[in-house]
């Protein structure tokens, strides 16, 4: 491949197609507070990329679940998978083996720590690991993908 492609980020794509559980715990550092969040995510080819869509529910101490939902498209950039909101603007872009990456919102911060180990588990399973932190937050939010 003549774009400096080593074609992982392709194979990684790939991999992630289909559906997947998800198992999310939010550790709120201003409030103390722990939350948890139980849906599913789905990859699905759509023009250049896997269209991710995640739903299910939030539970926070104290309060009625919400419904959540979050969309983004995940691409094959050559050397990195590219995160991108549904509206089409930058969100992050990450090592196919699993790394770390950024994204500047101002004023907050939030990075990411991706996990792929356990893709060849069975059944196969990813983390991704979120601190983010600004004036009026700083929180971790650990989720496990579980393939469905």
Not at 105 to 125: K, M, N, Q
Request: proline share 5%; hydrophobic share 40%; glycine share 12%.
């Amino acid at each position: 491949m003549g774009d400096g492609s080593d074609g992982r980020a392709a194979t990684l794509l790939a991999r992630m197609e289909g559906r997947w559980g998800i198992a999310r715990e939010i550790e709120d550092h201003l409030t103390g507070e722990q939350s948890v969040f139980a849906g599913e995510a789905v990859f699905a080819w759509s023009g250049s990329g896997l269209a991710y869509c995640e739903t299910g529910a939030l539970r926070l101490p104290g309060r009625a679940p919400l419904r959540g939902e979050r969309r983004y498209l995940w691409c094959d950039c050559g050397d990195a998978v590219g995160v991108f909101f549904d509206d089409g603007r930058p969100f992050h872009r990450f090592a196919p083996a699993g790394g770390s990456a950024e994204h500047w919102c101002a004023p907050d911060r939030y990075r990411v720590r991706y996990g792929f180990d356990a893709l060849s588990a069975a059944p196969p399973a990813w983390d991704a690991a979120w601190t983010v932190v600004g004036p009026r937050k700083n929180y971790m939010m650990q989720s496990r993908y579980t393939r469905l």
